[in-house]
């Protein structure tokens, strides 16, 4: 065994029994004390999967154990008894070749993507043991023993692989599976039930024999959970996997076996969610588990559920309004109209998982039902390998076949039928028999020859159907058509060729990667279902979540994930609810919590894209996951600048990314640009890569954005931030933030700058506490001081917050320039709170902090301060004089950019708008309206929105002073226009804060 073949059966073991002793360790594996050093180094140091006990035993931490006391005989938990041993315990020995060869396909594409560490799945584990294997065995000698214990294992590995799974492990008396790794399956849990179920359901007839030939009571024990995993590597020589639990994932399947009475099955709350529906369920109520912090609810599987088809469940759940569509229900309509006369069609609906093929058709049947028989019939992701699926149901559905019918029953029934029919078609009933499973054993068909008898099998079903179409119109459904087996696509194709003049409308559907075979037939059709459009995609949005105008921003959030395919969108409200943000109520849903930051894909939705991209060959999908890294759009030159391929090589793996629908071209300048089509396809394969994978990928993102746009870095500054910030880069991200922050400052967008400084800021935390550290927080508090008085209001906390922070880093920095806009800062602060005091000392501190750098820029400022402060104090004469001399110093060209620095505004249009005010408190009523006029004059030609608005305001007043109303009509209409498209200024306009009463009582006495 090589090393990390012995590391992974050391965790598994580990999370089995919670601890083994070093000397147990090295007894099981023939180890030696350097092989064991390793060992711990491996899972103590670096997995921190373990820790070590008084230098003998290893405590297994990586998650909830199922036992942290050593194992007693009767548990079913222990060391694989020698005598049980007796299989081949590598995987190569059980695997069916078929899986085998697919698994190596899938090791082989991990290899060729270098992904020495693997990637993340998400899987259903599966543990099912022998309950009290010890005890059954106690007497018996090993070779009878094994006679017991080998067949069990062989009928529990049996099941795994029927469903396409992989068993990773035989413990001796139980077996460990997985679902969804190697190979993909989008109903990964689905498959690990079905083979659960199969798995007790055969060793209960095991267990018979055992019973009446030995007297011995067999039973099993299975337990199941959905989680994550990463696979890291598969051996090719013995199939033997690598890999880690992320979490519980598996411990916690682990967990549900032992919970499990003999003979039941037991999956958690996560695997019961996935699959309700499908199975029977009865709840074992809440379990604590060691472990994990809050009680689980826990399922017992009881069967079969009623319900076949998502849509099933979903309509179960209550099916949303119905939107859009009309064309292609149309079209189907007229399919159907020529049907009716005699003209039998065929119409073929394609496109994605999920965009609603299922849904139309349930809705087309709604409106045709009258007069005619209508047969459904579907094939499951794991039917290709069971012949006849399909058609077996679409026969029970047309007899009216029912579990409770017993043999007998059932032959009456489709006796009846078909000789009521038609007594023609008495030759026929053989081959029905047969198929359904019927048919007596000493019956002729047994011993055709099965090409004959399978020919003869899809006559005999043609010519029923084609039979019955003569008394009444056939509505025949196939749905699902991609994941047909070969039989019932051998049966499609003859009865294709008999439709065209039967009353028989046959309507099929499938996703994109089948090719359907009626292409060049007249009566045949295929309609494409796209996503639906922006306008159908936001009506079925108000039908998930009513029209509360509130809700506008979470379903834009939602409108931009899904692109219009009506299952994503529906899968994301579901695990908007679940996770406490939504509400919903007899009206619609009301949001209760901001949104999160990184939506949280729901595993349903996880499994049909995570499928998908699995199915892709290996090189493609190694691109998908760069192209996942790189962004949701990228131009050409970036992407080969990332990947470093010839382009002859790329090109036509992109053009394959494309045909696959996974990325599509968009016309750009002067280069063209592709973009996912979905941003959840990105995210899937996104968080399929390893964090350390992803780390490489976005730092060489980042440096050929840097080379490849070196002219126009600005343009990029927030993309470089993102890699950077992603790469681990923790400098370079801050640097690119602070910048990404400074350009929508200058547009005004400080919602989007607030975010980047923020950003940097948290950052800036994770990097050793320097001088130089000091420094870029100070200018960054600073930075970040400006948009949020805009959007927050000057007066609002966090302000204060803020500028407090940038003083004491003022501090810690000795006499620091940057002193004065934080006390400018505070000052605006204390000013709108209406705190004079504070204000003029913070004013006069400012003041002489200036004069003694003697510097213009900076006196400017303090003479507006304190000309305000002064102002609002009612000391009128000497306000004047102040604000007079700041506008003397001013220098539009050079302090242009002090409102970006102080408070938002232009620092001289506040001061004439204020002017103007003091002067018409001095009694000059002209000389007051020509310096508002100025301040107007002036912030239009600066066309600075906040600056704009504000002068507005106090213009308006000025004119309220003279009574001019229709002036103050037209101003304040302005300002609201201007004030609108800097949101944040309405919240200034309405601050609280502005409406205090010390700020009440400063207006009054001014206007005393
Ligand atoms: N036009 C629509 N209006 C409202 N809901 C829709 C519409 N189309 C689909 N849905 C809903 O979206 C969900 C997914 O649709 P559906 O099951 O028909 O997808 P599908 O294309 O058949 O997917 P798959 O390929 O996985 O079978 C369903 O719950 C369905 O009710
Ligand atoms: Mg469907």
């Known amino acids: 065994m090589t090393f990390d073949e012995i590391l992974t059966r050391v965790i598994t073991l580990l999370q089995q029994e919670g601890r083994v002793s070093y000397r147990a360790l090295k007894i099981r594996f023939n180890l030696d004390d350097e092989y064991l050093e390793g060992l711990k180094d491996e899972l103590i140091e670096a997995k921190q999967l373990a820790a070590n006990e008084r230098g003998k035993v290893l405590v297994w931490t990586g998650g909830l154990a199922l036992s942290s006391t050593p194992q007693t005989p009767d548990t079913g938990h222990r060391t694989p008894d020698a005598r049980l041993q007796t299989l081949d315990p590598r995987p190569v020995s059980y695997t069916p070749k078929h899986l085998a060869d697919r698994i190596l396909a899938e090791q082989a594409a991990m290899e060729a993507r270098a992904l020495p560490d693997g990637e993340r799945k998400t899987i259903t584990a599966l543990f099912a043991d022998i309950k009290g294997s010890m005890d059954l065995i106690e007497d018996l000698d090993p070779e009878e023993a094994r006679a017991i214990i080998d067949p069990t294992l062989k009928l529990m590995m049996d099941a795994v692989h029927r469903y396409d799974g992989y068993v990773a492990q035989s413990t001796g008396d139980g077996i460990f599976a997985f679902f969804g790794a190697p190979i993909a399956h989008e109903d990964h849990a689905h498959r690990a039930l079905y083979a659960a179920l199969r798995m007790q359901e055969e060793a209960k007839r095991h267990a018979e024999e055992l019973r009446r030939e030995k007297g011995l009571n067999l039973q099993l024990r299975v337990g199941l959970n959905t989680g994550e995993m990463v696979l890291r590597s598969i051996h090719k020589d013995d199939l033997h996997a690598d890999y880690l639990p992320v979490g519980h994932s598996t411990s916690l399947a682990a967990r549900m076996e032992s919970l499990a009475t003999p003979g039941s099955i037991v999956v958690s709350e996560h695997t019961h969610k996935l699959t309700e529906g499908y199975f029977e369920f009865k709840s074992l109520g809440e379990t604590r588990v060691k472990g ?12 079969v559920g009623s319900l076949q088809t998502r849509l099933q469940v979903a309509a179960r759940r209550g099916l949303v309004r ?105 030759d026929i009933l053989p081959y029905l028999f047969f198929l359904l499973g019927l048919a007596e054993p000493t019956s002729s068909l047994q011993q055709m020859d099965p090409q004959i008898r399978r020919q003869r099998t899809l006559e005999a079903i043609k010519r029923l159907l084609l039979r019955e179409s003569r008394n009444q119109p056939l509505l025949l459904i196939f749905e699902d058509l991609h994941w047909l087996d070969a039989e019932t696509q051998a049966f499609l194709s003859l009865l294709g060729e008999s439709v065209a003049t039967a009353r028989m409308l046959l309507l099929v559907n499938y996703r994109p990667e089948y090719q359907h075979q009626w292409g060049n037939k007249t009566y045949s059709a295929q309609l494409r279902l796209d996503p639906l459009g922006q306008a159908e995609a936001s009506e079925l949005l108000t039908a998930l979540v009513g029209d509360d105008t509130k809700l506008q921003p979470l379903k834009q959030f939602i409108l931009e994930k899904t692109e219009g395919n009506p299952f994503f969108m529906e899968e994301i409200v579901q695990a908007l609810v679940e996770e406490g943000v939504l509400v919903r109520d007899a009206v619609g849903a009301h949001s209760v919590r901001p949104l999160p930051a990184d939506l949280h894909i729901p595993t349903t939705v996880q499994a049909v894209l995570a499928s998908r991209i699995d199915r892709l060959p290996v090189a493609e999908k190694e691109l998908l996951q760069t192209l996942a890294v790189i962004g949701k759009e990228f131009s050409f030159s970036l992407l080969k600048q990332v990947v470093n391929q010839p ?50 990928l976005h730092e060489r993102t980042a440096q050929a954005i840097e080379k490849v746009y070196s002219d126009k870095l600005e343009e990029h500054y927030s993309e470089l931030a993102h890699h950077y910030g992603h790469s681990g880069n923790t400098e370079k991200a801050v640097e690119y933030l602070r910048l990404a922050g400074r350009q929508p400052m200058q547009r005004s967008a400080n919602e989007e700058a607030i975010r980047h400084f923020t950003a940097a800021l948290q950052l800036l935390q994770t990097l050793p506490e320097t001088h130089e550290r000091i420094q870029q927080e100070l200018s960054l508090q600073i930075a970040l001081g400006v948009p949020l008085q805009a959007m927050r209001g000057s007066a609002a906390p966090e302000v204060e917050k803020v500028y407090a922070r940038a003083r004491e880093l003022c501090q810690q920095l000795g006499d620091a320039p940057q002193l004065v806009p934080v006390l400018a800062g505070l000052w605006v602060f204390y000013l709108l709170r209406g705190e004079l005091e504070i204000t003029h000392e913070l004013a006069e501190q400012i003041f002489t902090l200036a004069r003694d750098v003697e510097a213009p820029a900076l006196l400017l400022q ?69 310096k508002s006029r100025e301040a107007l004059t002036l912030a239009q030609e600066l066309a600075h929105p906040p600056t704009l608005a504000f002068v507005h305001i106090f213009t308006a007043t000025t004119h309220r002073f003279r009574q001019e109303i229709q002036v103050v009509q037209e101003l304040i209409e302005q300002t609201i226009r201007i004030s609108r498209l800097i949101a944040g200024l309405m ?8 409406r205090g009463s010390k700020y009440r009582s400063a207006k009054t006495l001014i206007s005393r």
């Open 987 to 994: 919240r200034y306009l309405n601050s609280s804060d502005l």
């Open 322 to 426: 119905f939107v859009g569509r009309q064309n292609e229900l149309e079209q189907i309509t007229q399919a159907w109209e020529r049907t009716r006369a005699g003209h039998g069609q065929i119409v073929g609906v394609v496109g994605e998982p999920g965009v609603g093929k299922s849904r139309l058709f349930y809705e087309f049947k709604l409106r045709a039902q009258k007069g005619c028989l209508v047969l459904e019939t579907f094939s499951v992701s794991h039917g290709k390998a069971y012949a006849y699926l399909p058609l077996i149901e679409l026969l029970k559905n047309y007899f009216q076949l029912t579990l409770q019918d017993d043999e007998r029953k059932r032959r009456e029934k489709i006796t009846g039928k078909v000789l009521t029919l038609d007594r023609g078609l008495e």
């Open 647 to 696: 382009e002859d090589t790329l090109q036509p793996r992109l053009l394959r990314l494309q045909e696959a629908e996974f990325v599509y071209e968009q016309p750009a300048f002067p280069e063209i640009e592709y973009v996912f089509k979905h941003a959840l396809t990105q995210e899937v394969a996104y968080n399929s890569l390893l964090i350390e994978r992803r780390k490489v």
């Open 862 to 930: 303090a003479h507006r301060m304190i000309g305000i402060t002064l102002f609002w104090r009612g000391e009128l004469a000497a306000a004047k004089s102040h604000l007079e001399q700041a506008i003397t110093l001013y220098d539009p060209q050079q302090h242009r950019s002090h409102a970006f620095l102080y408070y938002g505004l232009d620092p001289v249009a506040v001061c004439l708008s204020i002017a103007g005010w003091t002067l018409w408190q001095l009694g000059y009523p002209d000389q007051s309206l020509t």
């Open 292 to 303: 994990v912090s809050e009680p689980i609810n826990i399922y017992e599987v009881l069967g």
